[in-house]
């Protein structure tokens, strides 16, 4: 019954992206009830076995005042509210799920490996899509930005969220199996040219290397500097915690992607850089946002309603207003107010303390790769949502809450003695 629950998490992962990331009611409705369902049957079936293990973190606390607080609060569109509080409840779900699931080590690696074929899968797509001129998400027409790499999502700026996400959690991989291959020894050519399971470290890295370049041509700006920038906070991260084939690993994945890249061409990419002007793009926008913030600047004006309120101050295009403030941590500051935005930032906090923990502290080689990828997942997010709105979509925001979990189930690695030991190296 375990191995039900663990694969249903991981259908739901697939799904949410492969189905144009989950945007549409009838997808958040599966969503919401698929994830919320899992969990109360997971705990039905515990329960009956006399298994009831509720995993305890910190972490849970914000996130369940969090969803009290938004039940709670007065809300100018009741329905919105309702759509986003049950999807937000499908999130902490998943979140305890997969910290309460996965209880085999082999289990764990799954999970971990589910998540990086989804990258590949995704970079494919992507790739075809920007090099094969094709417009095309399985059956359906784009009609947004034309010829760049999107995956199975509609928005190119979400599916570099996305890539961003596998992609740490693929590095994280990729320093955990360089760790079993490697048994302690300084990683040299020799070792690279006569070890026999050194070929796997070379899959996985030119497998992430082409998932880069599938990101980089989605060209979205802020994207491609987090994923740079969560490159670089793995690279500090392992010279902090004396783990320098961390720090060699990122380096040489940062120059095989940037060297494939302006091989295959960045004309296109270069110029969409140039017109970066956040005066017109993203800043008159935020102007308007704060004027409607400062009306219920504590309690906000409800989640998920932020397209309902926002056109009475829309001065950019009152024609066609925004749906989404283009910064995550604005649009929380107008729907949930700062009460809201201080329990998910208090909730990023813990996220991040408990995969520094695995990375830093950690005895145990998975748990310190799933704290590295995890790592720089959080900091990808936390770039990346200040000039977009992607854990606004299902597609994004479940493998955020898998990797979350993930992130605490790794923590748990040394503890359990079913697991035949952890392994120290």
Known sequence: MDLFFDLAV??????????WGSNENWAMGLISAGGIGLLALRLMVDAWKREVRIPRAWIYAPLLLFLAFSALQHSVENNSTTKYLLLAASYVSIVLLVHMGFRSRFEVKLLIISIFILGVFEGLYGLVQYFGQSDYIWDFRKTAILGVASGTLINRNHYALLMNLCICAGFGFLFYISLQLLRGQPLSLRMLLTDRGIDKLGWIFLLLTMMGLALIF???????AAMFFSLGTM?????AARRKRASALALALFVATCGIAAYAGLDLVLARFERTNLDTDRLPLWEDAWKMIRQHPVTGQGLGTFQWTYPAYETVDPDSPALYAHNDYLQALAEVGIIGLVLLLAALVLAYRTALGNLFRSEDSLARGIGMGTLGALTAIALQETTDFGLYIPGVAILAAVLVGLNLRAKRLEQDTDWHGPSRI
């Open 10 to 19: 991981v259908g739901l992962m697939f799904f949410a992206p492969l189905a």
């Open 218 to 224: 989605s060209m979205s700006r802020m994207g491609i």
């Open 235 to 239: 690279m500090v991260a392992g010279q």
